[in-house]
């Protein structure tokens, strides 16, 4: 199939890779990552997780590239070119919708990152105990304004890179953003491990206990899995859909998967030593970064450039993430409305902003709407990642593997026969019989017994 010659590309290879990792690696990693691996075990959920990459997360990737680069289009716009009058188009209106509902609680979640990052260098946390930073943070929460004011602003940086384009916009800042991230990312691990009684922290997190693991911990490794990796909602089909002919669509997921499974591993890093030096509980949930982080800044020397670099960290890696979502709904707009990118990326940002807004004051004015028990938060995040995400990964891997012929994804895979690409097969195999298994155990347990976090 040739290539669209007018469509915007990713020009080079690392910048494909920033651009796939910086999807990747978000708050899943830094901020969901370390108290979900706290509150399933330590070290022998991070096995399962790994094991969930491979099996997993890398046979979906590599179906999600292949779809993109095949379709030449928006993730809606590539079912339709793929499978022409069949009703397959409609795993990617699935697609945007998903991409609406999770940048209105993630954007709410990285204007936080913005507020700390401010909050470090005026005021600090120093003299604070626990109890002080929690009724902060939930003072923060419940104000009318203040949290929204920065989510829109985190809105409107996305907006800037997306309305770049592909090569001059989201190409050029991950390749900037990306390695600044890896920097910070090092500097703090080397502050974490360097702590008194840092290796309780790096033994929770290496240290297998399999008394701990339970079906549970199987199904939450796989919902992290997914969230963690971009996939299940086109993403990262939109995104391949820039790639070149020429790039190994195969060698790509590995590398990112491999990327992002680091930046968790390194965030976990950070994390469980300072926690043990401290000894504060490794499973304090969600708090764990805006609450008991801030304590363990404010007793370290430097405690405030550490928790600025910290929160820059966090910001970046959360900027990078929504940048390719809106990329989703951006490149749905204007390719199908035939619109231009500007006009695409005004539109797609003032109505998820409005959602975006519900989300945050539903911690605040808001608090009082639920459904089954669940804030306009919580119920965002639960249709997304708990119905959206899996539900959009199985039909991915049902598509490839079982309605798209075995020639074509062989052809594509391939490069037309250029690569030689021996785990065809075992490929294959996965994405015809266990993947779909398995990402169905996730779906069905995750709609009935709730969040997955
Ligand atoms: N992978 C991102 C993270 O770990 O924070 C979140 C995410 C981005 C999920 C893009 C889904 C997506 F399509």
Same mark, same amino acid.
């Given at each position: 199939m040739s290539l669209n010659q007018n469509r915007d590309s990713f020009g080079s290879k690392f910048g494909i890779i920033a651009a796939a990792a910086?999807?990747?690696?978000?708050?899943?990693?830094?901020?969901?990552?370390?108290?979900?691996? =706290?509150?399933?075990?330590?070290?022998?959920?991070l096995i399962i997780y790994l094991i969930c990459v491979l099996m997993l997360g890398i046979p979906v990737m590599i179906s999600e590239f292949s779809i993109g680069r095949r379709g030449q289009r928006n993730v809606f716009g590539s079912f339709k070119t793929l499978a022409p009058g069949t009703p397959w188009y409609f795993v990617g209106i699935m697609g945007v919708v998903a991409a609406f509902v999770i940048l209105s609680f993630y954007s709410a979640v990285a204007g936080w990152t913005l507020e700390y990052m401010v909050r470090s260098v005026t005021m600090g946390f120093s003299n604070q105990d626990t109890t002080q930073l929690g009724a902060a943070f939930n003072?923060?929460?419940?104000?009318?304004?203040?949290?929204?004011?920065?989510?829109?602003?985190?809105? @409107?940086?996305?907006?800037?890179?997306?309305a770049?384009?592909?090569?001059?916009?989201?190409?050029?800042?991950?390749?900037?953003?990306?390695?600044?991230?890896?920097?910070?990312?090092?500097?703090?691990?080397?502050?974490?491990?360097?702590?008194?009684?840092?290796?309780k922290g790096l033994a929770f997190l290496f240290y297998p206990d399999f008394?701990? @693991?339970?079906?549970?911990?199987?199904?939450f490794a796989m919902g992290q899995a997914f969230f963690s990796l971009s996939l299940g909602m086109g993403t990262l089909i939109t995104y391949a859909s820039?790639?070149?002919?020429?790039?190994?669509?195969?060698?790509?997921?590995?590398?990112?998967s491999l990327a992002d499974t680091i930046v968790a591993i390194l965030a976990g890093v950070v994390i469980f030593p300072a926690v043990f030096s401290f000894n504060i509980e490794p499973t304090a949930g969600p708090s764990l970064v805006f609450i008991t982080l801030p304590e363990i800044f404010s007793q370290l020397p430097l405690g405030n450039l550490l928790e600025l670099v910290f929160f820059v960290l966090l910001a970046v890696a959360a900027l990078t993430s929504t940048v390719s979502v809106l990329e989703v709904v951006v490149a749905y707009f204007s390719e199908e409305l035939k619109i231009s990118r500007r006009k695409a990326t005004l539109l797609a940002t003032i109505s998820i902003s409005f959602l975006g807004v519900l989300a945050s004051l539903s911690f605040g004015p808001l608090s009082g709407i639920t459904l089954l028990?669940?804030?306009?938060?919580?119920?965002?995040?639960?249709?997304?990642?708990?119905?959206?995400?899996?539900? =959009?990964?199985?039909l991915i891997v049902v598509f490839v593997g079982w309605f798209l012929k075995k020639e074509d994804i062989a052809d594509e895979i391939s490069?037309?026969?250029?690569?030689?690409?021996?785990?065809?097969?075992?490929?294959?195999?996965?994405?015809?019989?266990?993947?779909?298994?398995?990402?169905?155990a996730i779906f069905i347990y995750s709609v009935f017994y709730g969040s997955l976090g």
């Amino acid at each position: 199939m040739s290539l669209n010659q007018n469509r915007d590309s990713f020009g080079s290879k690392f910048g494909i890779i920033a651009a796939a990792a910086g999807s990747a690696v978000g708050l899943g990693n830094i901020w969901k990552f370390p108290y979900i691996t =706290g509150q399933n075990g330590g070290g022998a959920f991070l096995i399962i997780y790994l094991i969930c990459v491979l099996m997993l997360g890398i046979p979906v990737m590599i179906s999600e590239f292949s779809i993109g680069r095949r379709g030449q289009r928006n993730v809606f716009g590539s079912f339709k070119t793929l499978a022409p009058g069949t009703p397959w188009y409609f795993v990617g209106i699935m697609g945007v919708v998903a991409a609406f509902v999770i940048l209105s609680f993630y954007s709410a979640v990285a204007g936080w990152t913005l507020e700390y990052m401010v909050r470090s260098v005026t005021m600090g946390f120093s003299n604070q105990d626990t109890t002080q930073l929690g009724a902060a943070f939930n003072e923060f929460l419940k104000h009318p304004f203040r949290p929204i004011i920065w989510q829109l602003l985190f809105m @409107v940086f996305t907006a800037l890179i997306v309305a770049g384009g592909i090569k001059n916009g989201i190409e050029r800042y991950n390749k900037f953003l990306m390695p600044l991230l890896v920097l910070f990312l090092v500097l703090l691990c080397i502050r974490s491990i360097s702590l008194p009684g840092a290796s309780k922290g790096l033994a929770f997190l290496f240290y297998p206990d399999f008394s701990k @693991v339970t079906i549970k911990t199987l199904l939450f490794a796989m919902g992290q899995a997914f969230f963690s990796l971009s996939l299940g909602m086109g993403t990262l089909i939109t995104y391949a859909s820039y790639f070149r002919k020429s790039d190994d669509l195969g060698r790509t997921a590995v590398n990112v998967s491999l990327a992002d499974t680091i930046v968790a591993i390194l965030a976990g890093v950070v994390i469980f030593p300072a926690v043990f030096s401290f000894n504060i509980e490794p499973t304090a949930g969600p708090s764990l970064v805006f609450i008991t982080l801030p304590e363990i800044f404010s007793q370290l020397p430097l405690g405030n450039l550490l928790e600025l670099v910290f929160f820059v960290l966090l910001a970046v890696a959360a900027l990078t993430s929504t940048v390719s979502v809106l990329e989703v709904v951006v490149a749905y707009f204007s390719e199908e409305l035939k619109i231009s990118r500007r006009k695409a990326t005004l539109l797609a940002t003032i109505s998820i902003s409005f959602l975006g807004v519900l989300a945050s004051l539903s911690f605040g004015p808001l608090s009082g709407i639920t459904l089954l028990g669940k804030s306009i938060f919580d119920m965002l995040d639960f249709f997304a990642s708990n119905i959206l995400l899996p539900l =959009g990964g199985l039909l991915i891997v049902v598509f490839v593997g079982w309605f798209l012929k075995k020639e074509d994804i062989a052809d594509e895979i391939s490069n037309s026969g250029t690569l030689k690409v021996r785990y065809l097969p075992i490929y294959r195999f996965i994405i015809r019989f266990i993947a779909p298994v398995a990402i169905a155990a996730i779906f069905i347990y995750s709609v009935f017994y709730g969040s997955l976090g």
